[in-house]
Each structure stands twice: as structure tokens, then as C-alpha cells.
């Protein structure tokens, strides 16, 4: 959206957070007044978003205080402002998001040695989703990063830690709710097997206390009265709008939207509570499981599979929240690295739309095959394709006497990946390259969301697959004291 009246896109929004934060008292933050339009850019991310904003404005009074100056700085896009907020963006990757995955990968089990952690934690860092999207399209890696140091901390048994960090990350983006059952589901599960009359019930408490002080610290200052608190909340979850952002989604109810028109038939209210209905029961199976038998293993595929049902199913889905789901994808790259590639790939894919709209064509083709190439060359993933590297065997043995082709599996899901792989580049050429039919001007933003959506469900299946067969427990997981 640069130089492009009157909203600019999202760099502009981040800038103007900064404006009105440091501008006016935090009273008036979160309501519509005469210096604060809520329709151009009005704060909907919660607290920590804002205490943020108003830090970054601080730095940037004091080099430039026609940055953030109220009223007149809008649209305000000179190169040292430029300079400015990208650098505020990788200082955020480098104080949060860059030492969580590398402290996350030098942390596995799996990767035994320096150089396995190195190549571990450079084929996350190249993820072109996150790249994209925080450098790109301009957003910060805040949330995301301190959800990383939530499962780091919980992989060390810092369980209060977690707690907090994970607090942290909800109070930056209401998103991270994505994640929150998993968080919730495993926490409480622990609590189950110490026992709830004795350690369990100190450990529970324990949490519960960490959980309230975390968000009664991030919400202090608006909870003068219940208004504040519900304007706030008013902000962060406006479901007057209905299932749909104002951009193609490759989650069910945008490809659905393609054959039925659900948003003609079916009221707000009722979209609010079918969206509810079906996110609940397609995560159900995978949280029983994790509260029931909770490891560090099965938390970190619950956290991929939770969140892509959220993608998938809940109400007013952002392309960008498929980075919600990636992120914890990016976490077991080790341990299926061909599937969270394939993953991988597809989620920078469904933000084609996005990307192309943001100028983004030559990085997002730069990226994408750099991180192929990377991830080919480090895992050797068409080498790993076998049921036991996709950690389907439990599945597979189940199977065995009713399901001939099972043999064949590992040829199958290779043939699968090249084909999806030249759908995807196709896809994109024509994307970028050729024009619509007139008729049918949404043909290829359209085609980019359903197909990418295909493609989601058939991992929801899959990590729900292996998640509900899976037999390994928290003894097989890394210890560290």
C-alpha cells in the first residue's frame, strides 16, 4: 500500500499506532474521538501491542518528531522512516523470535551436534512465510516469537515460565488463541498425572496465579473502569462483520463461498456460532489426547493441528494467520521434514495474493526455492518418505491387512509433492504473468485459496493421524535440568 491513499496498507498502520499511542493518553487509545478515527487504522491488537507502539514512538521522537506527529504524519513514508521501522522490526527478531529458535534447535533431542542445530535452526530462519510477511508486508515477529519461548521453556520444564511467556504472546495478539488449547490442554494434563490432590494441585495453582498477575499487569491500565475493558475487547474481536476479510482465504468458508454464498443465507450471528461449532469439534480429539496422555511430543503437534483447525474453520481468518500454523510446523521440521516442508511451502503459497499485491514477486520467488533447496539439501527430504519417517507406522500397522497400496506409500507421496509443487508454480506464473478472463476477475486469487485449501485439510488429516496413533509418551522426549 505505499503511496497509495488514503490508507497506505500496513506499514502505515504500524506507524500510526505509533502516532496515536505516544499523541494521546491511553484513555483514548482504543475510542473513537476527534483525534483518533478508529476507521483509519484504529489499534485492534491487544495491550502489549500498544506499550510496543509507544516505546518504538519514543525512539522516534526523539530522531524525528514529524515521524509520529498527530494529524499531519499520516502517510508518512520517507526513506530514513523507512529505515527507522524496518530496523525496529529486526531488532524485534533479534531480541525475540532469532534466540528462541536457535536456543529451541541447539535444545532437540534430535539434533545432537552444533552443525545439526545450526542447519535445523537455518532452515526455520528462511521460512519465506515469516520473511515475507514481517519484512515484507511489514508486521512484527512479537507474538510468534514469544509463543516460541513458551514451548522452549515448557521443553525445559519451566512451566511457569511458559505460562508467562505464552501470556505475553496472547496479550500482543489476540491470535495466539490459535494456540491456546494446546497450551491449556498439556499444562492441565501435567497437572492430572502429579496428581490433583497433591503436587498436581500446587502446580495448577501455581499456573493459575502466573496466568492472572501476567494478564492483570498487561491490562492495568485499562481497567479503570468496565467500559475501557470492553471498548478494548470490542476492538479485538468485532464479529458484527461476518466469516469474511476483505481478501480471498484459503480456509473453508471463503472455498465454500466460491459454490455457496454463505454470507447471503446465513445472518452474522449464526455464522459466529457454525464457526464455533466446527473449530470446537475438529480440535476436540487432538486436545482429549494431550490432556489425557500429555508429552512434550504430542504438544507440539497439537500445537500444528489445533491451530490449523482454527485457520480453517473460525471466524474472520487473515491470510496472514497462517503463519500461526507454520510456526509450529517449523518446530518439528526435524522429525518430519519432508511433510513440514511440503507444509511449509504451501502456506508461503496461499499468501500469493497478498504478496503480489505487495510488490513481493521477486521475493517470494527467491525465498521459496532458496528454502526448498536448503531443506533438500539439509534433511534430504525425498529420501524420508517412508511411513515410519512420516510417523505414520502405528497408523500403517493398523491398516495393514486392508490396505495393499500401503507399500507403494512412499512413491505415491513423492509423485503427490511434484505435482503440488508444479500446480504451485504454474499457479503463480499465471498469477503474476496473465490476465484473468473478464468475466471472472478473481479467477487466480480464488484458485490460490481453494487449492491451497485442499491442500490444508489433507494435513489436518494427516497430523491428526498421527497424533491420535501416536504411542510414544513424554519418556521418549529430551530431558533437560
Known amino acids: 500500500g505505499a ?44 495491550p502489549l501491542t500498544a506499550y510496543h507502539s509507544f516505546a518504538c514512538a519514543y525512539i522516534a521522537k526523539l530522531i524525528n518528531p514529524d515521524w509520529i506527529a498527530l494529524h499531519t504524519s499520516r502517510g508518512y513514508e520517507s526513506q530514513p522512516h523507512k529505515l527507522f521501522m524496518r530496523t525496529t522490526v529486526f531488532v524485534a527478531d533479534l531480541l525475540v523470535y532469532i534466540p528462541a529458535v536457535i536456543l529451541y534447535c541447539f535444545s532437540l533431542k534430535e539434533t545432537s551436534t552444533k ?19 514481517d519484512h515484507g508486508h511489514f508486521q512484527y515477529p512479537l507474538s510468534l516469537g514469544f509463543a516460541l519461548w513458551g514451548v522452549l521453556s515448557l521443553s525445559y520444564d519451566w512451566d511457569l515460565l511458559g505460562s508467562v511467556a505464552f501470556c505475553l504472546a496472547l496479550n500482543y495478539k489476540q491470535m495466539e488463541l490459535y494456540h491456546s488449547l494446546p497450551f491449556f490442554c498439556y499444562l492441565l494434563g501435567k497437572c492430572f498425572k502429579k496428581g490433583l490432590k497433591g503436587r498436581g494441585l500446587v502446580l495448577l495453582t501455581k499456573i493459575a496465579g502466573t496466568v492472572v498477575v501476567s494478564f492483570a499487569v498487561c491490562w492495568l491500565p485499562f481497567c479503570t473502569d468496565m467500559e475501557q475493558i470492553m471498548q478494548v475487547l470490542r476492538r479485538l474481536f468485532p464479529i458484527d462483520r461476518g466469516f469474511f476479510p476483505q481478501d480471498k482465504v484459503a480456509n473453508i468458508w471463503c472455498s465454500l463461498s466460491v459454490l455457496v454464498k454463505i454470507k447471503n443465507i446465513v445472518s452474522p450471528q449464526t455464522q459466529l456460532k457454525l464457526s464455533f461449532a466446527v473449530t470446537f469439534l475438529s480440535l476436540l480429539p487432538t486436545c482429549i489426547k494431550l490432556t489425557v496422555q500429555p508429552s512434550l511430543r504430542g504438544f507440539k503437534f497439537a500445537l500444528v493441528s489445533c491451530a490449523l483447525s482454527f485457520f480453517l474453520f473460525s471466524f474472520q481468518v487473515h491470510e496472514k494467520s497462517i503463519l500461526l500454523v507454520s510456526v509450529p510446523v517449523c518446530l518439528i521440521i526435524n522429525e518430519i521434514p519432508f511433510m513440514a516442508t511440503w507444509f511449509l511451502l504451501v502456506s508461503t503459497f496461499s499468501m500469493l495474493p497478498l504478496l503480489l499485491k505487495d510488490g513481493l514477486l521477486l521475493a517470494y520467488a527467491v525465498t521459496m526455492l532458496a528454502f526448498l533447496s536448503v531443506c533438500a539439501a539439509s534433511f534430504s527430504i525425498f529420501e524420508k518418505t517412508s511411513a515410519e519417517d512420516l510417523q505414520l507406522k502405528p497408523f500403517s500397522l493398523s491398516l495393514k491387512g486392508y490396505v495393499s497400496w500401503f507399500k507403494s506409500f512412499p512413491r505415491i507421496v513423492r509423485s503427490l509433492f511434484l505435482l503440488s509443487l508444479t500446480l504451485m508454480g504454474v499457479l503463480s506464473l499465471m498469477s503474476a504473468a496473465a490476465h484473468p478472463p473478464q468475466r471472472l476477475p478473481d479467477l487466480f486469487p480464488v484458485s490460490v485459496s481453494v487449492i491451497s485449501c485442499l491442500h490444508f485439510l489433507l494435513f489436518l488429516v494427516y497430523f491428526n493421524v498421527v497424533i491420535l496413533w501416536d504411542s510414544k509418551n513424554s519418556r521418549s522426549q529430551k530431558k533437560i535440568s
Request: aromatic share 18%; charged share 15%; glycine share 6%.
Open 3 to 46: 503511496g497509495k491513499p488514503p490508507m497506505y496498507g500496513d506499514y502505515e498502520a504500524q506507524r500510526h499506532w505509533q502516532e496515536v499511542t505516544y499523541n494521546l493518553p491511553i484513555r483514548q487509545w482504543y475510542f473513537n474521538t476527534s483525534d483518533n478515527n478508529l476507521l483509519y487504522w484504529g489499534l485492534d491488537y491487544p
Open 115 to 133: 552443525k545439526k542445530a545450526s542447519i535445523c535452526a537455518l532452515c526455520i530462519l528462511l521460512y519465506p512465510g515469516l520473511i515475507l510477511i
